[in-house]
């Protein structure tokens, strides 16, 4: 099976957000980039089919700046076998749309069999791409999955996925088909040192816009349809407050408040 | 002296820095509790390759260096002693006797599997008359046909429950003893005669499970002497070669354990308010701080001083030794420090320094006491 992985570096879970003076982003100085969590069990899951099905390969794919690549370097490390990044000056600032337009394109001639990414990326929590990827390239999507079986032939996918009340729904895909990644999928591994060391050698290709055959005005900030206006930290959280006395005291105090400061009751 | 490891390694040591904050955080209390490292953080640590990180490529090892082992070292010792004790048998005095003075044959037949970390080695050394002078054990080895026949009875021997093979040191000569009369072994486990006796409760490094190891009229092949029969009373030697190594890489998992601790008191320091401010705003506090900070860093050059001159071939046994009497040492005053800044929090079992605290004073103790290094340190000093 030929099986593409869309992955996304984003700030690692730990970061402190700062934002930009002019609020138009975050800081990203000093920010320690990594794989986007759901995107591991992306990865996992790719090489676990690989590793069951003889002669399969596994693509990773990812748009971002420059520093991205030693995120696909992370996912080839851990058995991946080549990875391609769509790197343009153009794409800054692209919405979900664009980007899903601009990785449909770069996939499009890869023929695979499986795409696999995970449900949402941890940054912008979006959570669109997958499925405006399926829209582009035509294919059945499978979105929040955390069981997945492909058939011997390579033909189906049965997908699993939790839904309210502690059921799971089972969707059956016909192959080539978009399946997201959510936590529980897998246990993703960890790259080893000789994995880290192989990873150099193996194929790796970045392409601009124009490569791709995009135009600037298609994809990137041009093409956007969702303009961020501004960026902002939620608002600070009060400190509690603790209500002194005997127990039957602070509860009248406390319904106290909650009537007639907080006005909830 | 700046040392840079490779972008490799780096993204390397990235991987366990997750990997111990991801798989062994959330299992420090269940070690301390059930003294024993889930199965789970022994296998990831075989798939990360970390049984044989310096055991050379053609034995399944990653062939890295010293040095670089001594950073693998740092990142794995940000938890509990027993994680980095998984793995330190079979990439040091378990395994090394074999690579330095065993013959072709027997590095061809136990390192690969050491290196996968599929078999545990332990090294057999210490005996209840035997600790800092380990010349005078009185485990005997004795020829019978073409075997040894070994009696005897070792202790305080780490992962000696889980452990495969044993390099086990016995006295093939009473008279010559240190000098030409003491001869290593190769013992595998199942070997008739070979009884693993009681398991130690020992104040830290819970879970690495020292244990007692009997020989009763326990034969071995004339095959598994250490380098063959033309080694027998040179494994006094192959020991000593053993433990020297072992006491810079111990040294890098002291400073891992003290950067730990530095990074737990200066994040409570932050947080806790005493007057009406954190205690980190205190200069007694402070200055803790500062101390530790300094003595780390002290640490740290010395460590890949030694290890460089090490890993270039450079005899320096006396290095080796103030390294590690410094960084023990070190590592006391740091813990203690970080736990008085804990206050009672820090007494408590669920926090993390508590059993930092224990940790730590084994590394006094283990592979030559501070005073036996000390001891070592006066002789290279007086010998002009
Ligand atoms: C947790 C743990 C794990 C261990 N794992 C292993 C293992 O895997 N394999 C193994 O073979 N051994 C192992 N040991 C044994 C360890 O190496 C010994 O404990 C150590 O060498 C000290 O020996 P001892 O305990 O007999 O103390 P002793 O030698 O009896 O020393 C007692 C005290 O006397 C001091 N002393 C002794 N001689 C002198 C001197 N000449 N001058 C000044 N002071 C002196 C010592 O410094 C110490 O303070 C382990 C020990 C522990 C605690
Ligand atoms: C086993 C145990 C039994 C106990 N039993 C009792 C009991 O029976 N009854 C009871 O009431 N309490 C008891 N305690 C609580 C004990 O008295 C407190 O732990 C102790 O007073 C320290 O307070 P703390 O733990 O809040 O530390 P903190 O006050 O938070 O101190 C943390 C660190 O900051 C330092 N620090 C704080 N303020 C300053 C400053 N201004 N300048 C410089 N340094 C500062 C402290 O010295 C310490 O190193 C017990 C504690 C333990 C561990």
Redesign the pocket.
Known sequence: MKIGVLMKQVPDTETKIRIKDDASGIVVDGIKWVMNPYDEYAVEEALRIKEKKAGSTVTIISMGPKRSVETIRTGLAMGADSGILIDDPALEGADCYATAKALAKVMEPENFDLILCGKQAIDDDSAQVPQMVAEFLGMPQAMVIDKLVVSDDGKKATCYRRIEGGAKEVLEVDLPAIVAAEKGLNEPRYASLPGIMKAKSKPFKEINLGALGLKAEEVGAKGAKLKVKKYFLPAEKAPGKIIPGEPEDAARALVKMLREEAKVV | MVFEPSAELKQFLETIRKFVEKECYPVEMEIEEKGEVPEHIIKGLCQLGLFGVTTPTEYGGLGLSIIDYCLILIELSRTNAAVRSQITTNNGVGSKGILFDGTEEQKKKYLPSLASGEKMASFALTEPGAGSDASAISTTAVKKGSNWAINGTKYFITNAPRASIFTVLALTDKEKRARGGITAFIVEKGTPGLVIGKIFKAMGNVGSKPAEVIFEDCQVPEENIIGGPKMVGQGFRTAMKSLNEARITLSASMIGFAERALKLARDY?KI?V??GKP?AE?Q??QWMLADSATEIYASRCMLFDAAARVDAGQKVDAMCSMTKVFASEMLCRVTDRSL??????G??KESPIEHLYRDARMFRIVEGTSEIQRMIIARDVLKD
């Open positions: 320091a806790r005493q007057f205690i205190n007694a506090i008085q800044i804990h206050g009672g929090t007494y408590i």
